[in-house]
Nanobody, 124 residues
Framework: QVQLVESGGGLVQAGASLRLSCAAS????????LGWFRQAPGKEREFVAV????????YYADSVKGRFTISRDNAKNTVYLQMNSLKPEDTAVYYC?????????????????WGQGTQVTVSS
């Protein structure tokens, strides 16, 4: 069992930066693929970024590529999402998730554990 707790969300102006953190408790954190997803009001949850268990593989949604960076610190059981050049369309609740698969998957259905989410609001 893995429990995930996100933090770092907030209200910022367009162009600003935020760093989200997701702290995990439970065993074998370093064996999980970790992902960030987001859900805006009235929309489905969508993939943002994923990092493999070894941190050797990362993927990003086209909408955030070049602006967001996912990283992990297995010693601290934490995954991060550095978000730069934020846009109003980045406004959403951001969720971190853990998958027992050893591949860096983008599919929400392949994640086994989810955090409660943290709100990110970007004003224009």
């Amino acid at each position: 069992q893995v429990q995930l707790v996100e933090s770092g969300g907030g209200l910022v102006q367009a162009g600003a930066s935020l760093r989200l953190s997701c702290a995990a408790s439970g065993r074998a954190f370093n064996t999980y693929t970790l992902g960030w997803f987001r859900q805006a009001p009235g929309k489905e949850r969508e993939f943002v970024a994923v990092i493999s268990w070894s941190a050797g593989t990362t993927y990003y949604a086209d909408s955030v590529k070049g602006r967001f960076t996912i990283s992990r610190d297995n010693a601290k059981n934490t995954v991060y999402l550095q978000m730069n050049s934020l846009k109003p369309e980045d406004t959403a609740v951001y969720y971190c998730a853990a998958s027992r698969l050893f591949i860096a998957t983008k599919a929400t259905g392949q994640y086994d554990y989810w955090g409660q989410g943290t709100q990110v609001t970007v004003s224009s």
